[in-house]
């Protein structure tokens, strides 16, 4: 090779080191760029200085040298104004954060409407000296029918059809058997109340679920009318939606009392004119109540010359639902954000 050829040859090497960084666009491709022609070309040339007549060798060497170092500058230049570009874009991005913008709405988690009922009733039945007790999820046939005058056979077992377990015990359909559980743990006088989750075998509606909560309250002393169940009742009541509550009382029949009583408050949903939820009746089914039956005082071992009682099943879901104006009992054992944000959220709307 002579002095002409490697200034041919140096020019190819220098267009090509212009083209790669005018295409490279990150820092990675830039240094695999340079190194491809330092380690490819650039040497080639150098190795080349053997062939040069002795007195053209130092000549060519420097004029190697000039291009491997107008190269180098070229990718250094190219690096630098890569870093520039990168540093003003994040520069940018910053300048598009405005600290004064509200932050992204969050959703709080809270009670379930359920268990902010379930703990109001608790508390105005604290006060008025009752305890809260619980009971079995899983119950014997025995505190769930029969101690509670519902013999096999008995027509009223098959409205609280249920889920039966192979040891020969059942999913309780009411929170009922926890009469007979606390008189038999504590004796007269009782004021209990048992608030707690049931289960039945159901035809799912808007106001019927397979799995609802239910409070049970019993008060067993001497002298306990009828006058005093009915008072504890509205009392309740008011308490819970702090105002007068439209109810009406009908004969109800449930084998554990006697008298026994429906008692159904107005619907919340539609303001009594009749909607899905209290199909069409106007009335919401939410308390049913009565005298304690002399049999089931019996099976508590309370003789009920001495004793009389009143007892009540009050649906908490449903009692939810009216307070809340949820219009669909599935909601609210669902994942539905609707039904089960903080209430004071629904702000009364109907759901
Ligand atoms: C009973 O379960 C009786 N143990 C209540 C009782 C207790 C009566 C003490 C007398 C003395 P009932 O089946 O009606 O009764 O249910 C009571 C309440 O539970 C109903 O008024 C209703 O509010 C609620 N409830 C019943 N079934 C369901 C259901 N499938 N889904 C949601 N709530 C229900």
């Not at 902010?116 to 009733?121: D, L, S, Y």
């Not at 769930?144 to 889920?163: K, W």
């Not at 008072?231 to 084998?255: N, S, Y």
Request: charged share 25%; with cysteine; proline share 6%.
């Amino acid at each position: 090779m002579d002095l002409n050829e490697l200034a041919h040859l140096l020019t190819r090497i220098e267009s090509e080191a212009a083209g790669a960084v005018s295409e490279a666009r990150t820092a990675d491709a830039l240094r695999a760029a340079e190194s491809k022609i330092t380690k490819g070309p650039l040497a080639e040339a150098m190795k080349s200085i053997k062939s040069f007549a002795a007195e053209e060798r130092g000549q060519a060497g420097q004029n190697i040298n000039k291009t491997k170092q107008l190269i180098a500058e070229k990718f250094a230049a190219a690096m630098d104004a890569l870093r520039a570009a990168g540093v003003a874009s994040e520069r940018k991005s910053a300048s598009d954060f405005d600290p004064t913008l509200p932050p992204a709405r969050t959703l709080r988690g809270g009670l379930h409407p359920v268990t902010i009922v379930q703990r109001e009733v608790e508390r105005i039945f604290s006060s008025l000296g009752f305890a809260v007790v619980g009971g079995p999820e899983m119950e014997t046939e025995f505190y769930n029918f029969e101690a509670l005058n519902i013999p096999a056979m008995h027509p009223a077992r098959d409205a609280q059809d249920t889920f039966w377990l192979t040891n020969g015990w059942l999913l309780r359909t009411h929170t009922s058997p926890c009469q007979v559980r606390a008189m038999l743990r504590y004796g007269p006088p009782i004021r209990v109340i048992a608030p707690g989750r049931c289960f039945r075998y159901e035809a799912i509606d808007a106001s019927h679920e397979n799995t609802f909560y239910q409070l049970e309250g019993l008060l067993i002393d001497k002298d306990i009318s009828i006058a005093h169940l009915i008072a504890f009742m509205k009392l309740l009541l008011r308490e819970v939606f702090h105002r007068d509550v439209k109810v009406r009382l009908r004969p109800g029949f449930f084998p554990f009392v006697e008298p026994g009583f429906e008692l159904d408050m107005s619907c919340a949903i539609c303001d009594g004119k009749g909607c899905p939820t209290c199909k069409r009746s106007g009335w919401v089914e939410i308390l049913p109540c009565g005298m304690v039956h002399p049999n089931v005082l019996r099976h508590g071992k309370i003789d009920p010359h001495e004793y009389t009682g009143f007892a009540f099943g009050l649906g908490l879901t449903r009692l939810a639902m009216m307070k809340y104006g949820v219009g669909d009992i599935r909601i609210l054992n669902s994942g539905d954000l609707r039904g089960i944000v903080q209430p004071e959220r629904l702000g009364g709307a109907k759901v």
